[in-house]
Every structure is written in structure tokens, then in C-alpha cells.
């Protein structure tokens, strides 16, 4: 049972404009998201998180909204930029907890 | 240069065969977990360690096992009950025993069974 879900499998944007990966979750006991940044045969590399106190989390050209109430978060990267193409998974977790919960991933790609 | 490697990025393995997978990180982490990566699924936990000699079941250990006899080292062997070994293999640790912003992966390995 997929308790982190990823609906978009694929994304394409024109570079300079904004992109939006969007991420829902099942578990209402998560506290914490990410969201990971994965180039082919590589591991993923962390980007942004957030903690359910909050709504927002800004680090650059990236924007982390959490919709608690909705049970739904999303990554805005703006403005986007060729070398953002890449699969971009969103996590979650309980405070306490070992594991991490992964989504499918989304794949976005940005053309020059 | 502090990270996690993993050896080898490929391998291949015969039907019926062990195979161990190498994980090794100089960041001075306690936790270290293994995931699996299938196509069109997220990362699925297969055992995690907080601390040496110490380790866990994630949600899919059955086939596969660990050890951790030292704080930089946490090898995984897919044995031959692993029905389906065939998957992207990721390796990350934590300073905290936390999964959170301080876990780091490794490139992975791709195991494939022919």
C-alpha cells in the first residue's frame, strides 16, 4: 500500500518558467517530507524538507508548500533550468521512526 | 572526500547463486540503511542498522541479509530465496537514527539475475 504518492510520473517545462511536482500522503502521523533530486544510475541527493509545523520552506529556486489538511505537499522550482531535468522523489516520515516512505518519482524534464 | 561508495555499480548473477553488495561510508554515520529500487515504484526499505552489530527488518528483508561489524560497513547479500533479485540496490546512512536531511545514498548497484 503506497503511502506516498506521486500521480505525475512525467513533467515537461520550458526553461525560465515554474515547475510544480506534486506529492500526497495517506499517513496522517507523518511529520517530516523531502524531496530528493535523482540523476540516472546515481542515488538520490536531498534538496528540500519540511517539518508539519510549517507551511512553507523556500531554499533558492526552491519552494516546498505542505497542505496538511489535504494531505498534500508540492516542490515549485522557479525559474527551472535544463540541469534540473531529473526524477524527483518525495519521502516521508514519523518522528521516531527508521524509515523512510518514498513516492514513484516524477520525472521532469527542461527544455532549453 | 567524505560519502557513502557502493562496489560494483553492475553485477550480474546466476539463478541460485548469493551475491554480496558493498557499502562503505567515512562520514562517521550510525544509521545505515539498503533500499531497492524497482522501475515505476519509490524506494523500498530492506534492513537498516542504528549501530554495530546491530540491525533491522525493513518492509522487504525476506531474501536477503546483512552484517555490521564495523561503523563503516554494512554489506548486503541477496541469497538465492530472493524471488525477484533483479533491482537497483541503494545504500545511505544518517548521522542521527533518524531517516531525515542528514541521510546520503550511495550511486547504487544494479543487480541482474541472468
Known amino acids: 500500500d503506497q503511502q506516498v504518492k506521486q500521480n505525475s510520473p512525467s513533467l515537461s517545462v520550458q526553461e525560465g518558467r515554474i515547475s510544480i511536482l506534486n506529492c500526497d500522503y495517506t499517513?496522517?502521523?507523518?511529520?517530516?517530507f523531502l524531496w530528493y533530486k535523482k540523476y540516472p544510475a546515481e542515488g538520490p541527493t536531498f534538496l528540500i524538507s519540511?517539518?508539519?509545523?510549517?507551511d512553507k520552506n523556500e531554499d533558492g529556486r526552491f519552494t516546498v508548500f505542505l497542505n496538511k489538511s489535504a494531505k498534500h505537499l508540492s516542490l515549485h522550482i522557479v525559474p527551472s533550468q535544463p540541469g534540473d531535468s531529473a526524477v524527483y522523489f518525495c519521502?516521508?516520515?514519523?518522528?521516531?521512526?527508521?524509515?523512510?516512505?518514498f513516492g514513484t518519482g516524477t520525472r521532469l524534464t527542461v527544455i532549453p | 572526500d567524505g560519502g557513502i561508495t557502493q562496489s560494483p555499480k553492475y553485477l550480474f548473477r546466476k539463478e541460485g547463486q548469493n551475491v554480496t553488495l558493498s557499502c562503505e561510508q567515512n562520514?562517521?554515520?550510525?544509521?545505515m540503511y539498503w533500499y531497492r529500487q524497482d522501475p515505476g515504484q519509490g524506494l523500498r526499505l530492506i534492513y537498516y542498522?542504528?549501530?554495530?552489530?546491530?540491525?533491522q527488518k525493513g518492509d522487504i528483508a525476506e531474501g536477503y541479509s546483512v552484517s555490521r561489524e564495523k561503523k563503516e560497513s554494512f554489506p548486503l547479500t541477496v541469497t538465492s530465496a530472493q524471488k525477484n533479485p533483479t533491482a537497483f540496490y541503494l545504500c545511505?546512512?544518517?548521522?542521527?537514527?533518524?531517516?531525515?536531511?542528514?541521510?546520503?545514498f550511495g550511486q547504487g548497484t544494479r543487480l541482474t539475475v541472468v
Open positions: 519540511i517539518s508539519s509545523i510549517k
Open positions: 562520514l562517521n554515520h550510525d544509521a
Open positions: 545511505a546512512s544518517s548521522r542521527d537514527r533518524k531517516m531525515n536531511t542528514e541521510a546520503f
Open positions: 499517513n496522517s502521523m507523518f511529520d517530516y
Open positions: 542498522s542504528q549501530i554495530v552489530n546491530d540491525f
Open positions: 519521502a516521508a516520515s514519523e518522528t521516531g521512526a527508521n524509515n523512510l516512505f
